[in-house]
């Protein structure tokens, strides 16, 4: 009897598979875990560079822009929304604006947030603060008629458990570009 009891005990068949009984309901949700944040950083990076290459856009445009209807703006919008692929684009919504320096301070010249599919909040004053920050130049180092662009995109972000956790998740991007030539860029319709 005794040496059937050292048998039963001695037996290792079968530890393997409870300690992936153990184990497994650990590892599922940090793998969901892991890819939710991979997918995040993901969402991230391509509104970055959205909105990055919205300003730049803006900035290239010397002979000024158009507003509303099939616009310039707009077709730089559907450009940064083709860029958030393969994110879902209704989430993402775009405020652009023109700043420059005028006699030494700073004024706004333009702005529109109502190009892409999701209206974005006005930057108003917002977009003269981001201007004349020590690293933009204006008005601190820039000579009156500099000018910067300002794109300032936000992205309301989806996780993948949203059944679970149904909050989303706001991104919000904000890129800077000076015009070619320094010279502000004109808005027709803004």
Same mark, same amino acid.
Not at 2 to 26: C, H, N, S, Y
Not at 121 to 131: D, F, M, Q, S, V
């Given at each position: ?36 944040? %991979? $997918? ?10 959205? /909105? +990055? *290459?919205?300003?730049?856009?803006? @900035? ?45 301070? %700073? $004024? ?10 999701? /209206? +974005? *909040?006005?930057?108003?004053?917002? @977009? ?63």
């Amino acid at each position: 009897m005794l040496r059937k009891v050292r048998t039963i005990l001695a037996d290792t068949r079968g530890v393997v598979a409870m300690e992936f009984a153990l184990v497994l309901p650990l590892m599922i949700p940090l793998l969901f875990v892991g890819y939710e944040i %991979a $997918q995040y950083v993901r969402a991230t990076m391509q509104l970055q560079s959205a /909105t +990055a *290459a919205m300003a730049d856009l803006i @900035a290239q445009q010397s002979a000024g822009v158009s507003a509303g209807g099939w616009s310039s703006l707009g077709n730089f919008c559907s450009a940064g929304q083709m860029m958030m692929t393969p994110f879902p684009p209704d989430s993402l919504a775009v405020a652009m604006a023109s700043v420059s320096n005028s006699a030494g301070s %700073a $004024q706004l010249d333009w702005e529109d947030d109502n190009e892409c599919w999701v /209206t +974005a *909040a006005p930057l108003g004053g917002k @977009a003269i603060a981001l201007a004349t920050t020590p690293k933009n130049l204006i008005p601190n180092a820039g000579t009156p008629g500099d000018s910067v662009i300002v794109v300032q995109a936000t992205y309301q972000y989806q996780s993948l458990l949203k059944y679970l956790l149904p909050i989303p998740i706001t991104i919000t991007q904000t890129a800077l570009a000076r015009p070619r030539g320094n010279a502000p860029i004109a808005c027709n319709g803004c």
